[in-house]
T-cell receptor, first 114, second 109 residues
């Protein structure tokens, strides 16, 4: 029973490039959450998605960031024209239903912007 | 004002002692509360959740919720060196989880 999968685990980008982070939820889970964790800081909610729908993106920066969760395939967090301040760990979590106790985290993608 | 606040620590306890971790939240509409453990460089792992006033026990862990005081705590009995990690408190309010910045715990052998 595979857990939440994220890839890549580490990603290095130069300023101005695009970063694409992928998340495959646990089998049977249709709800996906993306979080960002900066060094010495807590997890910050970014976006909550269900298949083909963005439910809540109030934590997403207004520019350069977007997320999708298509009918087929993984959820993708896309960061365009990355800047050094985007360097962080990005975690995906999935649950079979909204919230509650069954939110499981993936291993994270560590993004480094040079 | 932050939604969820934790004492960042570090908190050190000797092996076998009780570790007490505390958390306060600002939104009375918060429905549920969670404790996660995060080892350095790893992802958060769920330890417990609680949504009713009072205590909830699971093995060596006890979560306590006091909605009147907007206070959540986690007690770890018989602390082990393997419990050394950062403990994150989180609340669920509407669609969103709000996480505290975490408390670093070190259990000294």
């Amino acid at each position: 029973n595979a857990g939440v999968m994220q890839n890549p685990r580490h990603l290095v980008r130069r300023r101005g490039q695009e970063a694409r982070l992928r998340c495959s939820p646990m089998k049977g889970h249709s709800h996906v959450y993306w979080y960002r964790q900066l060094p010495e800081e807590g997890l910050k909610f970014m976006v909550y998605l269900q298949k083909e729908n963005i439910i809540d993106e109030s934590g997403m920066p207004k520019e350069r960031f977007s997320a999708e969760f298509p009918k087929e395939g993984p959820s993708i967090l896309r960061i365009q024209q990355v800047v050094r301040g985007d360097s962080a760990a990005y975690f995906c979590a999935s649950s079979p239903q909204q919230g509650l106790e069954t939110q499981y985290f993936g291993p994270g993608t560590r993004l480094l912007v040079l | 004002q932050k939604e969820v606040e934790q004492n960042s620590g570090p908190l050190s306890v000797p092996e076998g002692a009780i570790a007490s971790l505390n958390c306060t939240y600002s939104d009375r509409g918060s429905q549920s509360f969670f404790w996660y453990r995060q080892y350095s460089g790893k992802s958060p792992e769920l330890i417990m959740f609680i949504y009713s006033n009072g205590d909830k026990e699971d093995g060596r862990f006890t979560a306590q919720l006091n909605k009147a005081s907007q206070y959540v705590s986690l007690l770890i009995r018989d602390s082990q060196p393997s419990d050394s990690a950062t403990y994150l408190c989180a609340s669920l309010t509407g669609n969103q989880f709000y996480f505290g910045t975490g408390t670093s715990l070190t259990v000294i052998p």
